[in-house]
Nanobody, 121 residues
Framework: QVQLVESGGGLVQPGGSLRLSCAAS????????MAWYRQAPGKQRELVAF???????NYADSVKGRFTISRDNGRNTVYLQMNSLKPEDTAVYYC???????????????WGQGTQVTVSS
């Protein structure tokens, strides 16, 4: 089937940077939109950024100007470059993608397992 595997999370000081990666693997025919969500303790999961298969992007107001989403279609990978990190960015970050497998006619929505990002001094 399909797996989304995130990497790149960790502990960083305020003002620092991290780069998250999410690689999709499996019987993939086509990947459509890809996105990053996050969920802080006691809060609902929220959309951070998404990128369409043609490269159009959109961001949550709270991360505009600090985060950049990009993708490498040849590697089936989406990235999230996070700069000027703040303590309020602390959360588990999840990768999400609409993927059509080789056995399917329509795409399905898939989630990664999440990676912890902690911003603290």
């Amino acid at each position: 089937q399909v797996q989304l595997v995130e990497s790149g999370g960790g502990l960083v000081q305020p003002g620092g940077s991290l780069r998250l990666s999410c690689a999709a693997s499996g019987s993939i025919s086509r990947i459509y939109a890809m996105a990053w969500y996050r969920q802080a303790p006691g809060k609902q999961r929220e959309l951070v950024a998404f990128i369409t298969d043609s490269g159009n992007t959109n961001y949550a107001d709270s991360v505009k100007g600090r985060f950049t989403i990009s993708r490498d279609n040849g590697r089936n990978t989406v990235y999230l470059q996070m700069n000027s990190l703040k303590p309020e960015d602390t959360a588990v970050y999840y990768c999400n993608a609409d993927i059509r497998t080789t056995a399917a006619i329509v795409p399905l929505n898939y989630w990664g397992q999440g990676t912890q990002v902690t911003v603290s001094s």
